[in-house]
């Protein structure tokens, strides 16, 4: 059974950092562009991230550039979010998943778990 899991959230402090990890089980995804999404309470999913089955090209929302870092490890089948100088506006569930771009209407599969940030003031 293919398996996306999120890790890595947490309550840390405006200006903390936190590293989340999406592995994958089941199958590989080292050829899609993997995405990281975010879902605010009372608020629409939104794009966070995006990087290239290679690595060779990343984009990032508006709101996280220059704060947040999208890498993959392919040979572990895994894809990592480096969030720091975190805001509480961060707060949300973070989710991963395999996307055709950067509307969340695009992902491949359906949404896990996630992963909870909290960000405090």
């Known amino acids: 059974q293919v398996q996306l899991v999120e890790s890595g959230g947490g309550l840390v402090q405006a200006g903390g950092s936190l590293r989340l990890s999406c592995a994958a089980s089941g199958r590989t995804f080292s050829s899609y562009m993997m995405g990281w999404f975010r879902r605010a309470p009372g608020k629409e999913r939104e794009f966070v991230a995006a990087?290239?089955?290679?690595?060779?090209?990343?984009a990032y929302a508006d709101s996280v550039k220059g704060r947040f870092t999208i890498s993959r490890d392919n040979a572990k089948n895994t894809v990592y979010l480096q969030m720091n100088s975190l805001k509480p506006e961060d707060t949300a569930v973070y989710y991963c998943n395999p996307t055709r771009g950067s509307d969340p209407s695009r992902a491949l599969r359906s949404w896990g778990q996630g992963t909870q940030v909290t960000v405090s003031s």
């Open positions: 990087i290239s089955w290679n690595s060779g090209n990343t």
